[in-house]
């Protein structure tokens, strides 16, 4: 079995950082490309940044030059540093992993349960 949980997620007044953090645990032999998402109430999920197994990264427009993406691969834990935050960046943000695990050829993306990102005033 494969877990990934996310935290760091909370309250934050606009113009505030907060560091979001992707754990993945298990029988993992690799992961391919990590990613965060994010859903605010009433939208659909949308992709908020990806990083691959190389350290490349890609990030939705809406978030180039405030959040950026890192992981180590050591821990397979993924990063989210988000600063100058606005009201806009409130949703649940959800992380996958794209994992292989022991005994399977196959890669399998795994989801995370979610963490609330809540910015205001």
């Known amino acids: 079995q494969v877990q990934v949980v996310e935290s760091g997620g909370g309250l934050v007044r606009p113009g505030g950082s907060l560091r979001l953090s992707c754990a993945a645990s298990g029988n993992i032999v690799n992961i391919n490309d990590m990613a965060w998402y994010r859903q605010a109430p009433g939208k659909e999920r949308e992709l908020v940044a990806v990083v691959t197994s190389g350290g490349s990264t890609n990030y939705a427009d809406s978030v180039k030059g405030r959040f950026t993406i890192s992981r180590d691969n050591a821990k397979n834990t993924m990063y989210l540093q988000m600063n100058s935050l606005t009201p806009e960046d409130t949703a649940v943000y959800f992380c996958?992993?794209?994992?292989?695990?022991?005994?399977?050829?196959?890669?399998?993306?795994?989801w995370g349960q979610g963490t609330q990102v809540t910015v205001s005033s």
């Open positions: 996958n992993a794209d994992v292989r695990r022991f005994g399977y050829t196959n890669y399998v993306l795994t």
